[in-house]
């Protein structure tokens, strides 16, 4: 199985919820662990670590055709966090790119041919999906945590790093937009950063998210208050409210 080269980023959640479904994996499961994913795949995969001379390469992936096993290999350097995300990267490689070839992840080379992005793009996608990472994510800035706060949250949620969380965060900032605009999470139109710049798309920074969603929960908070406020003036205005008061 193999993605063309230059499918979008909807073409690839598509793609990856596939993976999902064919693995059985539905939200009420998440966070994931995408060794246990690996250890699904049986005899045709293979999962070792190797110290790489190099803390630049998070991993590589030796793809063949079953009889043969595929092989996963990671950089032992790596941090636990890392690790994770590296794992996922060339589990995506290993279920959606040609086989009899080998892929490596190189922090440099990450984003340089189309197959690392989608491995990139993939593995956020895979680890933390979309409609449920914007939700997440509104919902902390709702409560007016900060910057740090939300990072270290969904950092420890999702057992990654803050800056696979941070990258996210920025990769689905168009997407966020939309959710902040009212769209249905189910709805929304899916887009990558480069297609979003030759389009000329603005995107929002962490900052502006958080201002935003602060001050709509402000407003609902406002327009609750103030429709309390009716409700009391009119059972006052009924002698209601005297006579619930008195009673209690």
Known sequence: MGLLNYTTKAQLYEAVDGIRSRLNISFANYPIDPFDIADICGDKLDLEYHFFNSN???GLLVKNDWPQASCIVLNARKEPQAQRFDCAHELIHYFLHPTNRRYMCETLKSQCSPFEYQANEG???LLMPHKLFIPELLSLCDEGLVKNQVLE???????LSRTAI????NGLSYEIGQVM???SINELHISSRSRQRRKGIASYDFESIAEQARAKASLRQNKLLFEYEEYEDELSRSGLYKTYYNGH
């Open 56 to 58: 630049k390469i998070g």
């Open 123 to 125: 593995a956020a996608e």
């Open 153 to 159: 949250y969904l950092s420890k949620r999702y057992g």
């Open 166 to 169: 941070s990258y996210r965060i």
């Open 181 to 183: 605009r009212g769209q």
